[in-house]
């Protein structure tokens, strides 16, 4: 085996040349890697003992893509289209040997093979639009004249991939072979060459096919279709519309044009802003992981078996979690009934699930399978890990952990998934501190990714090491935040909480703010999400004494979505929310009691005076060392709060305007308004002052 570069070998089997890549982690398309092809295949094609070439790949996986750590850097030759153009000029049979995972750049040397063959576990998928970009090197255009157009929209819109057994039934993959966890696959892409050769079969170049493009070119109607099935979920993003284009210009345009086309597309997202935040929030998204004091080598505990505490809305979902991951869940309540609801919950979502097709209803059965419902909570004394979800009452909190201490094994870890209580209070009512975490899942637990990971004073760095893991297990990105009021995320809510509530009053209404921070790009706005949530939630009629907007609109009945009305009205059937003139004169009566003269409030000061008070206290939590790094809390608001991934997050977007315009607003605000929330943080000062950033933007 010879190398050609020191990330690309040249290998003879017969009369077939391997060309293996071996980039770890994933095989990403670096310069030394096209620049290994490029000369392999053209060795291979001058190669007399040689009738066909493989491309395979050592590690786990197929080549997942460009190197997206050269983005944004001067090109290095050669380029990837120019790689591509050779591979799929070759004059010999070039077959790809597909496993784990062929994306991006991947996937389009793929489609320049002349066959792909592929092992069932393996799966393909243009995912650039995820990094707010499209494929650029031929992918648009090759991969709908293999597909369809239909099939290659939705796959280059959402980014998924699809498995090999599909890839197989759309002709993308002309072979599925056996898996092989040694060289079966290579050995099987050899024999597929070789057969190839004595069979004479011709070289398919995806570019010279156009049959899957006629229906499409019949009826062009089918893109706009597509861009209105797909309008909600993309709105605000920019990549999806420029993908659907170099579909449209696959159909309308000859090849060379079309790649003309993507050319360009391609260069201006990567050049705009919302790509950039996308590959920031990528990397952010993976650094989260790491924890400088956790080394990697840090061992881990073995988890096999989970207890939960608490079968409402917290609990059954966290459960459910688990169950999806194979790991059977022992959940135990106060009483039958409780449990007996908890878990009807819990099969309601699953037969929802599976009536939406995505799983089956053996998957059903199987999952509700391995729950253990009990009142006994001495079943917990086996468990790897226990959740804790009671009421949150610290009182109740500290008893349940006693028990849990008294009963659970020792090394298991034990969890809470209190949302805003001290996790070290918690930890102090056992003899066991090093084993207590905070385990903050979000609402609902079993689809938000999101988990605020709480660190306590003397939680064991081998707790954090498996619960990271196990976290990936389960399907969740973790961040490790510190133990604060509110952790990460709420504690910067709050404050975005306090500036809704008072602009409301100052003129604003609640549907004009909520329309800002809508088409800021969050999914809804803080009081369509408080009517979500519930008003009444820490409401007591006892107490309530007409002190706030929230409390007159809980006294008047108006509890949120669930009674009807609450900052909006809603249509009975539809329940879609409507401004409600009652609210708006309630307001204003209120404004005029607390003697706050109403007056024209601009968009640009609501979203100010929403999301600056946020990037200050995001700087708070950094300087008292919550949050290990600002793009964790970024990765917070992304995904657990709906902050829009094109935008980055809070600390990247406040990056993006620059530290010292955002410092002086924050100043003239406080000038103006007072609150601590406006107390500039020291760290916001000092970075604004030096002419730095958050994130190193
Ligand atoms: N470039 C550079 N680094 C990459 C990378 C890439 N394309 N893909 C992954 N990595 C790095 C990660 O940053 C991570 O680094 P770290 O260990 O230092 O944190 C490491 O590889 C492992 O990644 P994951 O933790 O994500 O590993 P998983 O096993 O969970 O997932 C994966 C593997 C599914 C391949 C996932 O990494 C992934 O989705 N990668 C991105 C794939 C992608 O977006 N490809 C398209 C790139 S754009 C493109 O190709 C443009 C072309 O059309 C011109
Ligand atoms: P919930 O009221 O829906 O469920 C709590 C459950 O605990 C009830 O079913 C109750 O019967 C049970 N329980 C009470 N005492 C018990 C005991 N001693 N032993 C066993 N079971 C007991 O409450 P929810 O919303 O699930 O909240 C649970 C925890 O999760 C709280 O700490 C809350 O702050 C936190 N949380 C809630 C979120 C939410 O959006 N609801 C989000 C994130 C965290």
């Known amino acids: 085996m010879d190398s050609i570069t020191q990330s690309v070998s040249y290998d003879r089997r017969g009369r077939v040349a391997v060309l293996l890549v071996d980039n770890p982690p994933v095989n990403a398309l670096s310069q030394h890697v096209r620049q290994g092809l490029d000369e392999g295949i053209a060795r291979a094609a001058d190669d007399e003992q040689v009738d066909a070439v493989v491309i395979a790949c050592a590690g786990r996986t197929f080549i ?25 000029a070759c004059p ?19 489609l320049c093979c002349h066959y792909r063959i592929a092992v069932p576990s393996a799966k393909l998928g243009l995912p650039e639009v995820k990094l707010g970009l499209l494929p650029g090197a031929g992918g648009t255009q090759r991969l709908p004249r293999v597909v369809g157009v239909k099939k290659a929209l939705e796959m280059v819109t959402s980014g998924n991939p ?34 190839a050769v004595a069979e004479g079969r011709p070289l398919v170049k995806i570019r010279d096919r156009d049959e899957k493009l006629a229906e499409a070119r019949q009826n062009p109607q089918i893109f706009d279709e597509f861009r209105r099935k797909i309008a909600r979920k ?79 809305t917290m609990g059954g979902g966290i459960a459910m979690n688990f169950a999806n991951a194979g790991i059977p869940v022992i959940i135990v309540e106060r009483d039958q009934e409780a449990l007996d609801r908890g878990l009807g919950v819990v099969r309601k979502n699953y037969d929802r699930t599976a009536s939406k097709g995505r799983i089956s209803a053996e998957d059903v059965e199987q999952r509700m399978g391995l729950f253990s419902p009990t009142t006994d909570y001495q079943r917990l004394a086996d468990c790897d890990i226990v959740v804790e979800a009671v009421f949150e009452d610290m009182e109740l909190k500290k008893e349940v952990f006693g028990q849990l201490d008294a009963i659970v094994k020792q090394g298991a870890i034990l969890a809470t998934n209190t949302s805003a209580l001290d996790v070290d209070e918690i930890a102090a009512s056992t003899d066991r501190p090093a084993d207590v975490i905070g385990l903050h899942f979000f609402s609902p637990a079993n689809v938000m990714r999101l988990l605020e990971m709480v660190r306590g ?61 809508y088409d ?38 108006r509890l949120g979505q669930k009674s009807g009305s609450g900052y909006y009205v809603y249509d009975r059937e539809t329940r ?16 005029a009691k607390e003697g706050i003269e109403r007056r024209e409030v601009s968009d640009q000061e609501i979203l100010e005076r929403c999301l600056y008070p946020m990037v200050n206290e995001g700087a708070k939590i950094l300087e008292e060392g919550i949050a290990i790094r600002a793009s964790d809390i970024d990765v917070v608001w992304v995904n657990g709060y709906g902050w829009p991934v094109y935008r980055g997050g809070p600390m990247f977007w406040a990056d993006g305007i620059g530290l010292g315009e955002v410092a002086q607003k924050i100043r003239h605000y406080a000038e103006k308004l007072g609150g601590d929330h406006w107390q500039l943080s020291p760290l916001l000062e000092r970075l604004s002052s030096e002419g730095k950033t958050f994130t190193g933007r």
């Not at 784990?100 to 991947?106: S, Y």
């Not at 409507?578 to 004169?585: F, L, N």
Request: charged share 25%.
């Open 576 to 591: 879609a929310a409507a401004p409600d003139p009652e609210v708006e004169e309630l307001i204003e009566e209120f404004s």
């Open 92 to 110: 010999k049979p070039v077959v790809a040997a597909i496993f784990g995972t062929a994306l991006g750049g991947g996937h389009e040397v793929a």
């Open 457 to 517: 004073a003397e939680t064991a760095k081998d707790v954090i090491a498996t619960c990271m893991d196990l976290s990936k297990r389960i399907g969740k990105i973790a961040v490790l935040v510190g133990v604060c009021r509110g952790f990460v995320g709420n504690r910067m809510l709050f404050m975005r909480r306090i500036e809704a509530n008072r602009l409301i009053l100052e003129g604003a209404t609640p549907w004009q703010v909520d329309r800002v921070i």
């Open 234 to 312: 993309t709105r605000g993003f920019e990549a999806p519309e420029a993908n659907i284009r170099c579909i449209e210009a696959a159909v309308s345009l000859p090849f060379d044009e079309g790649m003309t086309r993507e050319g360009e597309l391609f260069a201006e997202l990567m050049q705009g802003e919302q790509s950039k935040a996308q590959r920031y929030y990528f990397f952010a998204e993976r650094e989260a992981a790491k924890i400088p004091d956790v080394p990697k080598d840090t061992p881990r505990r073995e988890i096999a078996s989970c207890g939960i505490v608490g079968a409402g």
């Open 64 to 88: 997942a893509g460009a190197d997206i750590t050269e983005f944004g850097k001067p090109p290095q030759q050669p380029g990837l289209r120019e790689v591509l153009d050779h591979i799929e």
């Open 520 to 557: 800021f790009g969050f999914p809804m706005g803080p009081f369509a999400m408080s009517d979500l949530a519930g008003l009444d939630i820490g409401w007591k009629r006892e107490t309530s004494s007409s002190s706030t907007i929230r409390e007159v609109l809980c006294e008047r009945g």
């Open 162 to 195: 699809i498995s090999a057994g599909e890839a197989h039934r759309h002709g993308l993959v002309d072979q599925i072979v056996e898996e092989d966890p040694g060289d079966g696959l290579v050995d099987a892409a050899v024999s597929f060459a070789e057969k």
